[in-house]
């Protein structure tokens, strides 16, 4: 027996998702963090929307919203099961 603790390996989806530079660094901080980080994180991500819609015109503030909408089914599935 040994006097530390090995960190546990996390799985390879979430390792592949940390490595995202942009998206990883907020996924990682919105698991890790405290309770404030959500706040922070979803900030930032609509703060992306907001500049995809400047730089890109009405696709950059359509196409996320419409990306959205399988997860949106899915979160309404739930809800309505309990």
Same mark, same amino acid.
């Given at each position: 027996?040994? #006097? ?11 390792r592949l998702l /940390?490595?995202?530079?942009?998206f990883?660094? $907020?996924?990682?901080?919105? #698991?890790?963090g405290t ?6 994180t979803?900030g930032a991500? /609509?703060?992306m929307?907001?500049?995809?819609? $400047?730089?890109f ?8 919203a ?17």
């Amino acid at each position: 027996m040994s #006097a530390i603790e090995m960190p546990r390996r996390l799985p390879i989806w979430q390792r592949l998702l /940390f490595a995202i530079p942009v998206f990883g660094w $907020l996924a990682r901080d919105a #698991a890790n963090g405290t309770a404030e980080d959500w706040y922070y994180t979803a900030g930032a991500i /609509f703060s992306m929307w907001g500049c995809s819609a $400047l730089l890109f015109g009405l696709p950059g503030l359509y196409i996320p919203a419409v990306m959205m909408v399988p997860m949106m089914f899915i979160l309404l599935i739930l809800i309505s099961r309990g």
